[in-house]
C-alpha cells in the first residue's frame, strides 16, 4: 500500500542547532505535506509541496519533494524549544478523491534549552 | 473561530460499554475523517466521509461505526468497546477541492477501555 516510512523515529537535539528528517514510500504521491503536531494538541500542516523536486521555504523551514514524488526532507534550522512535537509526513493516497491521508509514523523531536 | 471540536476529550469506559465520540466543524467543509493515533504507527483512518450521507471505510475501521447525518457533524461511535480500541483520537476536516488537500484537525479524544 502507500505507506510512508520516516526517520528518524525520535531526535534530542541543543537549541540551536539544525534538524534533518526524512520520508520514503514506494508509492508516488502527487502532494507531499508536512505536519506538526504539538504536545496536546492535533497535527497542523506546515507545508505542502506539489510537483516533483520542489524546494520551499517557510521561515526555518525548508522542504523538498523528491524527484521521484516518492520521498521528501523536512529541515529546521536554528531550532527553538518551541520546535518540540512531532513532525508527520503525508499523503494523500489515489484511492478516492485525495480524501484518503496517508501519514508516516512520525519524527518526535525533543529540544534541549 | 473556524474549527474542529471534539468531545469528550478524555474518556475512560470498560469493555463493552457503547460510546460516542461527538466531532464538529464550522467550516462547512465536505470531507471529514477520523484517525487514531498510536506509539510508532502515527495516524490511521478509521473512517472518512465526503459529504453528507456518504461515507467510507477507511485503513482501520473494524469495531467503529460513523454516521453523516448533517455537513457539520461526523460522530465516531464504538458500539463495543474492547481495551484495543484505547487510542488517541482525532476528527479532522478538509475543503472539497483544495489545492494542499489541508487536513484541520480537532484537539483529540484520549479513550481509554478497561
Known amino acids: 500500500g502507500q505507506q510512508l516510512n520516516q526517520s528518524p523515529q525520535s531526535m534530542f537535539i541543543q537549541e540551536g542547532e539544525d534538524v534533518s528528517m526524512n520520508c520514503t514510500s514506494s508509492s508516488i504521491f502527487n502532494t507531499w505535506l508536512w505536519y506538526k503536531q504539538d504536545p496536546g494538541e492535533g497535527p497542523v500542516l506546515l507545508i505542502a509541496?506539489?510537483?516533483?523536486?520542489e524546494l520551499t521555504s517557510n521561515g526555518r523551514l525548508t522542504a523538498q519533494f523528491g524527484i521521484t514524488r516518492k520521498d521528501g526532507f523536512l529541515n529546521i534550522s536554528a531550532s527553538i524549544p518551541s520546535d518540540v512535537g512531532i513532525y508527520f509526513c503525508?499523503?494523500?493516497?489515489?484511492?478516492?478523491?485525495?480524501?484518503?491521508?496517508?501519514f508516516g509514523a512520525g519524527t518526535r523531536l525533543t529540544v534541549k534549552p | 473561530e473556524a474549527q474542529v471540536t471534539q468531545n469528550p476529550r478524555y474518556l475512560i469506559t470498560v469493555t463493552g460499554k457503547k460510546l460516542t465520540v461527538t466531532c464538529s466543524q464550522n467550516m462547512n467543509h465536505e470531507y471529514m475523517s477520523w484517525y487514531r493515533q498510536d506509539p510508532g504507527l502515527g495516524l490511521r483512518q478509521i473512517y472518512y466521509s465526503m459529504n453528507v450521507e456518504v461515507t467510507d471505510k477507511g485503513d482501520v475501521p473494524e469495531g467503529y461505526k460513523v454516521s453523516r447525518k448533517e455537513k457539520r457533524n461526523f460522530p465516531l461511535i464504538l458500539e463495543s468497546p474492547s481495551p484495543n480500541q484505547t487510542s488517541l483520537y482525532f476528527c479532522a476536516s478538509t475543503l472539497a477541492g483544495a489545492t494542499n488537500n489541508e487536513q484541520f484537525f480537532g484537539p483529540g479524544t484520549r479513550l481509554t477501555v478497561l
Open positions: 503525508a499523503g494523500p493516497s489515489y484511492r478516492n478523491n485525495n480524501n484518503d491521508m496517508r
Open positions: 509541496l506539489y510537483k516533483a523536486g
